[in-house]
């Protein structure tokens, strides 16, 4: 094969080039442009579903609140007569329109009536009528679900949705509440919804591509959108997952009957299309609202987008052909110097140069161009180069920075192998490279008070630099002014007088410190605006210890109270920072929250203090995903049986 002429190169070398870089650049757009438009999707779905389950749970509230104030009224007002039973009903349905019907039914006796009943024959219809003399006289109701239920359980009850078996076919539920007079079941008060009161509400949706789904506390299908409206009082979640064979769609379907709220994306059967849904739960009837949306919808303005960007290309190389075509015969003997120039910048060699070429203006500013193009990229490598240089000195001064603040606090544990009437450990896990937390413990006077332990754990506002230093200073101040003649309120009263003196830029810290009495188990604290810490009591309970005063370094005049408590043998006293409770995943913005602290706390309070530690930072850093948005430090005490050792438990090994 012959070698190609210098026009040809011309051509492959420039058009070529730029091609590639138009399509690898347009690939990375349309990619980067559709992550974010499924994003996008997903953070709208997840919303639009949370939006809608609260209004129909706000809608289902209401109607639940109807039965339960007019059993409440049963209960309490023993004057009232069966003889106007009816007559309230008929008042109490008036009030409400949407709603179909509404009975009492009392313990069946033969002696007397013991069902009322009264209904309209759809929602919003000002006629109301009443059961007939038959219907009343009928004792057989004490066997269906709505009445037996909630009899057997003491509980209201919400029915599966079901089709009204007289004239109307509506789709109703049945919501029933339990009468109790002098703590014996009397009757319930039970009232009918018609679904359609809900239906107009789930069909107005901003996105007309969104579907909607209400899904009963079994799984089934109770409203679907026009789409799939077949579904509705026909399928269920399951039964559609193992119609069209999508194990995810079954899996989502057991989340949802566990009350839980996510997003999936699943490959339809039915389009050949991938479907993302979104479900959120009803607490008040424990069913689920669900939305769905077609992936080709969300990607549709990605698809308009890559149609003009391509357009566009074409439009563009074309011109950049014509041109090339045109002034190729003017160029041959200079492209051979660009192309010697291309060479040496392609091996790497940011020196190389052009210089000037007196051939034509066009030539000489390329080769012009050229050159500057050298010096900026070889500058802006250099520049990078530097800047990576900076961040390393930052990052190991930071590291640095971390050490020194980590030799502040105690890292030996066990802190005293001799004192076998107590166990302590503690952790610091900053979120960045320093912390603004901290703990600290120390023998007040080891000499004269030989007994007298404090403990201190405390959260500077905000993190990095500024809150280590303000960290620094707090745990000084505290020494400082911890002497035996002062009680906790003391301290605490002078560590704020003085942090406050100078601060100008308004930080912060809440504390908790206290005086623990090794012999008798007496703990002297002040929690000054701090997360309560939890003692662990023997009995399987657990005690805060609120705060008695507000945070340090803010107020000049603020007071701070101090309470006493006693730790018996074998009980754990549990501190910690907000990073515990308060750590969450980027994308659930639910809480670890106090609950599933307090639970944690009474599951590992007979473990070792170290070990107890470790299983509450390690199960909030799961639950944030191993991506905590503060500080985490705990503190562990337990008062040990000191005629038992150190209460039988595993001692410490030492950090």
Not at 229 to 246: C, G, H, N, R
Request: net charge negative.
């Amino acid at each position: 094969m012959p070698p190609l002429s210098i026009r040809s190169l011309l051509i492959i070398s420039i058009l070529l080039p730029l091609s590639l870089i138009y399509a690898v650049s347009m690939l990375i757009d349309i990619q980067n442009s559709r992550e974010l438009a499924l994003k996008n999707v997903q953070i709208e779905l997840l919303d639009l579903a949370s939006k809608r389950a609260a209004q129909v749970d706000i809608y289902f509230s209401s109607l639940a609140q109807i039965p339960r104030t007019l059993a409440a009224t049963l209960t309490a007002d023993k004057t009232l007569d069966e003889e106007n039973f009816e007559a309230l009903l008929h008042e109490v349905l008036n009030e409400f329109p949407r709603t179909i019907g509404l009975g009492i039914a009392l313990e069946p006796d033969d002696s007397r009536e013991t069902k009322w009943y009264v209904y309209r024959n759809e929602p919003g219809s000002k006629e109301i009528f009443s059961l007939d003399p038959d219907e009343r006289a009928k004792k057989d109701y004490a066997e269906r679900a709505w009445y037996r239920n909630p009899k057997e359980t003491g509980q209201p009850v919400w029915s599966e949705p079901y089709f009204d078996q007289g004239a109307s076919g509506l789709a109703m539920l049945t919501y029933s509440v339990p009468i109790f007079r002098e703590g014996q079941f009397v009757g319930v008060v039970m009232i009918d919804a018609c679904l359609s009161s809900i239906q107009a509400l789930l069909t107005r949706t901003p996105n007309e591509n969104v579907r909607n789904y209400l899904l009963s506390a079994t799984g089934n299908y109770v409203i679907a959108s026009a789409r799939w409206s077949d579904w509705a009082m026909k399928e269920s979640i399951f039964s559609v997952a193992e119609q069209y064979q999508l194990p995810e769609l079954a899996e989502a379907g057991h989340k949802m009957l566990q009350g839980q709220s996510g997003i999936l994306a699943y490959d339809s059967h039915v389009n050949q299309n991938r479907v993302w849904i979104a479900y959120a739960p009803l607490p008040v009837t424990h069913w689920t609202f669900k939305v769905a949306m077609d992936e080709s919808h969300v990607l549709e303005p990605v698809y308009a987008s890559v149609h003009h960007t391509v357009l566009h290309f074409l439009v563009e190389i074309a011109v950049i052909f014509v041109v090339i075509i045109l002034v190729a015969s003017r160029i041959t003997v200079p492209i051979k110097r660009l192309a010697g120039f291309a060479k040496k910048l392609a091996v790497g060699d940011f020196d190389a140069q052009i210089g000037d070429i007196r051939f034509s203006k066009e030539i000489d500013q390329l080769a012009h161009t050229f050159d500057k193009m050298v010096v900026d990229l070889k500058s802006n490598i250099e520049r990078r180069i530097k800047e990576e240089t900076a961040r390393q000195t930052v990052e190991g001064e930071l590291q640095a920075a971390r050490s020194i603040q980590a030799s502040l606090l105690p890292r030996k544990f066990p802190p005293f192998p001799e004192r076998r009437e107590f166990d302590l450990h503690a952790l610091n896990e900053p979120v960045a490279f320093i912390a603004g937390d901290f703990f600290d413990f120390f023998f007040v006077e080891p000499d004269t008070q030989p007994h007298t332990l404090a403990i201190i754990i405390a959260d500077v506002a905000g993190h990095g630099i500024p809150a280590a230093l303000f960290m620094a200073v707090s745990r000084t101040a505290i020494r400082t002014f911890s002497t035996p003649e002062r009680s906790p309120c003391e301290v605490i009263d002078q560590v704020n007088r003085v942090l406050r003196a100078d601060n100008d830029d308004m930080m912060f810290v809440t504390l908790f410190y206290g005086h623990y009495n090794t012999e008798t188990g007496e703990l002297t604290y002040v929690n000054a605006g701090h997360n309560p810490p939890y003692i662990a009591r023997n009995e399987g309970r657990l005690e805060a210890l609120p705060a008695t005063g507000p945070l340090v370094a803010t107020f000049g005049e603020a007071s701070y109270q101090e309470r006493t408590v006693c730790l018996e043998p074998g009980e754990v006293l549990v501190t910690f920072t907000d990073g515990v409770t308060e750590a969450h995943s980027d994308l659930e913005f639910e809480m670890f929250g106090k609950g599933r602290l307090e639970r944690l706390i009474l599951e590992v309070r007979t473990e070792s203090v170290g070990s107890i530690c470790e299983r509450i930072y390690r199960a909030a850093d799961a639950f944030a995903e191993h991506s905590c948005q503060d500080d985490v430090t705990l503190l562990v005490l337990r008062r040990n049986d000191a005629s038992a050792g150190a209460g039988g438990l595993a001692q410490e090994p030492e950090a």
